[in-house]
């Protein structure tokens, strides 16, 4: 018995009753996909209805259904179509997937975001979010941290595939504002969801690390992928997030004490050099054993500039090792 190959015709479809199976229309409703992808993975890969009714209309089986399923999530996973397919066979088939039909690793094969050389988890991640399709974002969004960790997932997969998305963006006169969004909600979701519960400050002297945006600044998604790495290495964590304003900055570091204070601006506009100088110019303590917070600059915004005496880590997993180091010695 001959199994059909990608590129190759479909079989011919055999008779059912006039109700049973379902039509491609109904079938591309339920899972999330155009009926053109549908028609196209039959034209191509022979991954479509076998069956007609007795009027001679085409229907999905249950087989069928089956079969496609496995198509969509392993396309969400970032596996290119062509390979999909002959994996979505061999499991109809009844034979486990090998190594030659699921192919993992990095991937440059072309996808509706200009990705480039990626992890296949950005190419899922891409798939999924121009679909619209929430609950695959976050499966693979919760996969990919709890495989690799916040440090790399951030790195490797959430930032490239949210970059991909705003040039996409960028270039194409507003459309995809929606896939940006989504995408940047269920990263946001994920994200909070991977941070252990808020520690307490372990003492007056201990301290903690405090997260802020920039005033007027809106992006708080680094700062949240730091707030989730940091509470995953079991250190004392506060985030005031987006737009704080320079009194509500200097009131929360003079309650709080912190070890190190982190400055997120995403725009040049919202830096703010003269904030970052007052911020380690703070010190409390009695006499003689007075300190204050170091200050640790994050985004582009803050451009080469900088102010003495401030640290400028070059991503995430530098800035992880940093904080951990400073309150190791606070």
Same mark, same amino acid.
């Given at each position: 018995?001959?199994?059909?190959?990608?590129?190759?015709?479909?079989?011919?479809?055999?008779?059912?009753?006039?109700?049973?199976?379902?039509?491609?229309?109904?079938?591309?409703?339920?899972?999330?996909?155009?009926?053109?992808?549908?028609?196209?993975?039959?034209?191509?890969?022979?991954?479509?209805?076998?069956?007609?009714?007795?009027?001679?209309?085409?229907?999905?089986?249950?087989?069928?259904?089956?079969?496609?399923?496995?198509?969509?999530?392993?396309?969400?996973?970032?596996?290119?179509?062509?390979?999909?397919?002959?994996?979505?066979?061999?499991?109809?088939?009844?034979?486990?997937?090998?190594?030659?039909?699921?192919?993992?690793?990095?991937?440059? @094969?072309?996808?509706? /975001?200009?990705?480039?050389? &990626?992890? *296949?988890?950005?190419?899922?991640? %891409? #798939? !999924? +979010?121009?679909? $619209?399709?929430?609950?695959?974002?976050?499966?693979?969004?919760?996969?990919?941290?709890?495989?690799?960790?916040?440090?790399?997932?951030?790195?490797?997969?959430?930032?490239?595939?949210?970059?991909?998305?705003?040039?996409?963006?960028?270039?194409?006169?507003?459309?995809?504002?929606?896939?940006?969004?989504?995408?940047?909600?269920?990263?946001?979701?994920?994200?909070?969801?991977?941070?252990?519960?808020?520690?307490?400050?372990?003492?007056?002297?201990?301290?903690?690390?405090?997260?802020?945006?920039?005033?007027?600044?809106?992006?708080?998604?680094?700062?949240?992928?730091?707030?989730?790495?940091?509470?995953?290495?079991?250190?004392?964590?506060?985030?005031?997030?987006?737009?704080?304003?320079?009194?509500?900055?200097?009131? @929360?570091?003079?309650? /709080?004490?912190?070890?190190? &204070?982190? *400055?997120?601006?995403?725009?040049? %506009? #919202? !830096? +703010?050099?003269? $904030?970052?100088?007052?911020?380690?110019?703070?010190?409390?303590?009695?006499?003689?054993?007075?300190?204050?917070?170091?200050?640790?600059?994050?985004?582009?915004?803050?451009?080469?500039?900088?102010?003495?005496?401030?640290?400028?880590?070059?991503?995430?997993?530098?800035?992880?090792?940093?904080?951990?180091?400073?309150?190791?010695?606070?």
């Amino acid at each position: 018995m001959t199994t059909v190959g990608v590129d190759a015709p479909p079989p011919e479809p055999s008779a059912v009753p006039g109700g049973a199976g379902l039509t491609t229309g109904v079938l591309a409703r339920r899972l999330g996909v155009s009926p053109m992808t549908l028609r196209s993975w039959d034209r191509r890969y022979g991954i479509g209805p076998t069956a007609r009714t007795e009027g001679g209309h085409r229907r999905w089986t249950a087989a069928d259904v089956a079969t496609v399923e496995e198509m969509c999530r392993l396309t969400a996973t970032g596996i290119p179509p062509a390979d999909a397919a002959r994996a979505a066979r061999t499991a109809a088939a009844g034979a486990p997937p090998t190594a030659e039909t699921v192919p993992a690793g990095r991937s440059r @094969a072309a996808g509706a /975001l200009p990705l480039g050389d &990626v992890r *296949l988890e950005c190419r899922g991640l %891409a #798939r !999924a +979010a121009v679909r $619209l399709d929430a609950p695959a974002l976050e499966e693979q969004l919760t996969a990919v941290v709890e495989r690799y960790g916040v440090v790399a997932a951030w790195q490797e997969v959430m930032v490239p595939t949210l970059h991909a998305v705003g040039r996409r963006w960028a270039s194409s006169t507003d459309q995809y504002v929606e896939v940006e969004h989504l995408l940047a909600w269920h990263v946001s979701t994920v994200l909070r969801r991977s941070a252990p519960p808020a520690l307490p400050v372990p003492s007056p002297t201990g301290g903690c690390v405090l997260l802020a945006c920039a005033p007027g600044e809106q992006h708080t998604l680094p700062l949240e992928a730091l707030h989730a790495a940091l509470g995953r290495e079991g250190l004392p964590v506060r985030m005031l997030g987006a737009a704080v304003p320079v009194e509500a900055l200097d009131a @929360a570091v003079r309650r /709080l004490g912190p070890v190190a &204070v982190v *400055l997120w601006a995403q725009e040049s %506009a #919202r !830096a +703010a050099p003269a $904030l970052a100088r007052h911020v380690a110019g703070q010190r409390w303590g009695m006499k003689g054993a007075r300190r204050g917070p170091a200050v640790l600059l994050g985004g582009p915004g803050w451009g080469r500039a900088q102010p003495a005496g401030v640290l400028r880590p070059a991503g995430l997993a530098q800035a992880v090792d940093t904080l951990r180091a400073l309150c190791g010695a606070g």
